[in-house]
């Protein structure tokens, strides 16, 4: 008999048998209690479509425009770190999958294979993530590896001056098990799973400096109020990401999709807007363009597709959710995301 299961919700159970018991709960750990973590999915879930009929959606177009490139779909992958937690191929099957789904990965500072082996004449288009270094000369490398290695932009944590407590990480494992590094950091990087790339002294000025160091669009990961939207936009950044990193620093900080309308409405369309955070199903990412965002960025569920089958894994997921998109926007009488906006919610 057929398991009525959702997809998705069977990728997810599947990751969780096959991944060992602590890279597990590295991966789906939140902060403190988890209500966050909770949050960002219940929420989306609460949002009601408004469906359209009798319009012709014979075409349905999912592609985008973002930063200059030319998509096939609004959704990206978000900087997941050391990915060969779960995989042996690491990253190398997930920027495949990635090129497979037609999408852009958003290859982690943190890796476990470093730019030098994933970038290289033909390979697929990917931006990096980094976090401002206690030291700026290490940061600075990092930028022209990066530039170097062909990435298209970079996008820079801005919500994580200190770590979150992780209870649950914590309990599992707090050090890097053996065979798995930071490939992109010195040898001597400490090796804790939390705190040790990061830098508390960090301000838009750091962020400006970054911004105007580097030939490449840099976009700020971890934006929820919106006057540092505001203040991001200032600093030369040329996209923001609405994110509360997965819910794994602060507890009870709002879910993204209800800050996703005050972010996007004080940027008013100055650059865009992008938001992570339980995005489970194609109609989260309808009701996510709805509220303002020009792209998604998805990270547990491509874990989960990369643990249980490597790049194939990865691809099987993005298509999935690339596929339910394009059927709540032909059930919604929106052909075209540019037609998408808040008029398919039923507010």
């Known amino acids: 008999m057929p398991d009525p299961t959702h997809p998705l919700d069977r990728r997810h159970d599947a990751a969780h048998h096959r991944m060992p018991p602590s890279a597990w709960v590295y991966l789906m750990g939140a902060a403190v209690d988890e209500h966050t973590a909770r949050w960002n999915t219940a929420r989306y879930a609460e949002l009601p479509l408004l469906p359209r ?13 973002l930063l200059g ?12 770190a050391l990915q060969r937690l779960f995989h042996p191929d690491g990253e190398h099957a997930t920027l495949a999958g990635a090129a497979a789904a037609g999408t852009l990965p958003v290859i ?12 290289g004449a033909g390979s697929p288009p990917f931006w990096f993530h980094l976090y401002v270094q206690r030291d700026r000369g290490l940061t600075r490398e990092l930028v022209a590896r990066a530039e170097d290695a062909g990435a298209e932009a970079l996008v820079t944590t801005l919500d994580t001056p200190v770590a979150g407590h992780r209870y649950r990480q914590q309990a599992a ?15 001597d990087a400490d090796p804790r799973l939390a705190g040790g790339c990061l830098d508390p002294s960090v301000t838009w000025t750091d962020i ?30 040329a996209a923001v990401v609405v994110s509360n ?12 999709v209800d800050q996703l309308p005050a972010v996007a409405e004080a940027l008013a369309g100055r650059i865009p807007v992008l938001v992570d955070g339980g995005i489970r199903r194609g109609t989260d990412v309808l009701k996510a363009i709805a509220l303002g965002a020009a792209a998604v960025l998805i990270g547990r569920p491509y874990v989960w597709g990369l643990a249980t089958d490597g790049a194939d894994g990865v691809r099987a997921v993005v298509d999935l959710l690339r596929d339910e998109l394009a059927t709540a926007m032909a059930l919604c009488g ?11 919610l039923a507010r």
Do not use: F, Y
Request: aromatic share 0%; hydrophobic share 40%.
């Open 334 to 344: 929106t052909p075209r995301l540019e037609l998408v906006d808040e008029k398919v």
């Open 53 to 65: 009929v009798c319009v012709d959606v014979s075409d349905v177009d999912t592609s985008c425009t």
């Open 108 to 119: 982690s500072m943190e890796s476990s294979v470093s730019l030098r082996d994933l970038s």
């Open 208 to 237: 400006e400096q970054l911004a105007s160091a580097t030939r490449l669009p840099v976009v700020g990961k971890g934006v929820l109020h919106p006057d540092d939207a505001l203040r991001a936009c200032a600093a030369g950044l």
């Open 245 to 256: 990193h997965g819910g794994r620093n602060l507890d009870t900080a709002a879910a993204t």
């Open 69 to 80: 490139t030319r998509l096939d779909h609004p959704i990206l992958l978000a900087p997941v």
């Open 173 to 187: 494992m707090t050090q890097l098990p053996d065979g798995v590094r930071r490939a992109n950091l010195p040898d």
